[in-house]
């Protein structure tokens, strides 16, 4: 099955953005991905190859909120709840990594959650 346009062009995006964001083990990298219904956050050391923590709206804790709430305003929530799970593995400072997404609306806001939980990016 052939793919979208759309999403082909989000893959072009994808690599030209990869080529200048790396995550270090002082700089972790978050890594955004956007789907229709959900949205998820990880934040990668590249050095190590692992991932160091993640979060989205089929966690735990924002699976109740994310029934009720506008779309936007959980990826709010998704980037508030990455910057405290970063701050109890004493991560303060991230590169942001929009994955070939623009920088708008649910990306953005996954961004402004988690600078308004005391990351640095």
């Given at each position: 099955m052939a793919k979208k346009r759309e999403d082909n062009a989000r893959l072009r995006r994808k690599v030209r953005v990869r080529k200048k964001v790396t995550g270090t083990d002082v700089r972790p990298r978050i890594c955004v991905f956007r789907s229709n219904r959900h949205i998820y956050a990880q934040v990668i050391s590249d050095d190590q190859?692992?991932?160091?923590?993640?979060?989205?709206?089929?966690?735990?804790?924002?699976?109740?909120?994310?029934k009720k709430s506008k779309r936007v305003e959980v990826a709010k929530l998704v980037g508030l709840a990455l910057a405290k799970v970063c701050k109890e593995k004493n991560i303060t400072e991230v590169v942001f990594d929009r994955n070939g997404f623009l920088f708008h609306g649910r990306v953005k806001a996954v961004a402004d959650g988690a600078r308004e939980g005391g990351l640095k990016f």
């Open positions: 190859g692992k991932t160091l923590a993640a979060v989205s709206t089929l966690s735990d804790a924002l699976s109740d909120s994310s």
